[in-house]
C-alpha cells in the first residue's frame, strides 16, 4: 500500500537540488542551454541522459546546427540557430531524423503535435514534437481537472462517505501508449503550442468526456497550478530514465445530477464515480498514473479531505506538490 507522500514522491520523482541525491543523478545527465545574441550566458533549459546526448552527437550537423559540448560541466549547448523558425526546424529535423533511424522507441508515439519551449521572459525559443519533449528533459505543460457531483444528505448516508460528493474517474485505454489501463483525472491533456491553457481544457473536455462547452465555460473553477520533475518509468512507454518537467494548470468541475461524462475519442475505456474514500483506496493500490495521482491528491488538500490532523506529512505534501522547476517558462498560478 502506498501512502499519500510515497505518490508524490513517485510523480515529483528527481530528486531536489541541492540534495546529494540531485548531484549524483545530474551525473549521468548533461544539462541543455540556450545561448543566443539575447541570452550570451548560457539558460539551463532541459536534462539530457547520457543516451539522448550520444544520439544527438549522431546526427549530421547538416540537420541540427553546431552542437558545444562541455564534458566538464556536463553541458550541451543546441539549436543556436538565430530564430525561433530556424531553432524550430533544426529539432523538427532533428526528431525526425530519429524517427526514420528508429533511434528511440518514444517516437513511435509520434504526435504530429507540437510543445512549446520557453525563454525567460516566456518568449517561445523553439517547438518540440510532443513524442520527443522528455528526450530533450524540456518543461511541459497541460491541463487536468477533477469533475464531481454533489450527494444528497440521503445519498451520503448511504454511501458510508464522510464527504457529500463523488468524483468522476476514468481509466485510460489498454491501447493507449503510455500508463495503459490505469486510472486518470476526468479530462486532462497536453497544450499545444500557441494555446490558451482553458482553451486546451474546453477541447479535452469535450474530446475526452463529451462534456458541454457552456457548462465547461460557465463552471468551471481555476485551481491553480501543480508542477513537479517526473523520471520516467516503464509504464510512461519508450525509454525510462528521461526526465519530464511538467506544469498542470487544474480545474474543478460541479457537474450537475444527471449529466454523465461520455466516452468521445476512445482514450478512455470507461468512467466510474466514486466517494472520496473508494479513490482514496485506489490511490493507495497505486491504480493512477503518477501525475493524476498527485493531482488528486491536491485536490483532496483543497477540499478538506486530507487535513493537518489526519495526514502526518501535509505541509510535506503541499509543498512538492509545487515544486519550483529549474527551468524559464510560464510555470506559475493561474490568474497571477
Known sequence: MKTNLDLIRECDSFPSS??????????????????????????????????????????????????????????????????????????????????????????????????PVYGPNNELLFNVERSASALFGVVTYGVHMVCYTRMTTKEQAESGSKFDFKMWIPRRSKQKQTYRGMLDNTVAGGIASGED??????????????????????????????????????????????????????????????LTPQIKDGEVECFYLWTAEEVQERLANNEFKPNCAM???????????????????YELIE??????????????????
Open 18 to 115: 541541492g540534495t546529494s541525491e540531485h548531484t549524483s543523478l545530474l551525473s549521468s545527465f548533461y544539462t541543455l542551454t540556450h545561448t543566443s545574441a539575447t541570452y550570451p550566458t548560457p539558460i539551463a533549459i532541459g536534462y539530457v541522459p547520457e543516451f539522448v546526448f550520444n544520439a544527438l552527437a549522431r546526427v549530421p550537423i547538416s540537420i541540427k546546427g553546431e552542437l558545444e559540448v562541455s564534458r566538464a560541466k556536463r553541458t550541451i549547448s543546441a539549436f543556436t540557430q538565430p530564430t525561433e523558425q530556424e531553432r524550430s526546424a533544426a529539432v523538427a529535423a532533428t526528431c525526425d531524423y530519429w524517427r526514420k533511424n528508429k533511434t528511440f522507441a518514444l517516437l513511435e508515439g509520434w504526435r504530429n503535435e507540437l510543445y
Open 197 to 258: 491553457p482553458f482553451e486546451s481544457l474546453v477541447r479535452e473536455a469535450d474530446e475526452e468526456a463529451s462534456l458541454p462547452e457552456d457548462l465547461v465555460r460557465q463552471k468551471t473553477q481555476k485551481a491553480g497550478v501543480v508542477t513537479y520533475l517526473h523520471l520516467r518509468d516503464s509504464r510512461a512507454g519508450g525509454e525510462s530514465g528521461v526526465v519530464q518537467p511538467e506544469c498542470q494548470y487544474i480545474y474543478d468541475l460541479e457537474l450537475p445530477k444527471g
Open 295 to 313: 493531482v488528486g491528491i491536491e485536490f483532496f488538500l483543497r477540499h478538506g479531505v486530507l487535513t493537518k490532523d489526519n495526514e502526518k506529512d
Open 319 to 336: 509543498r512538492s506538490c509545487h515544486r519550483k522547476l529549474e527551468f524559464p517558462g510560464p510555470h506559475r498560478p493561474l490568474g497571477s
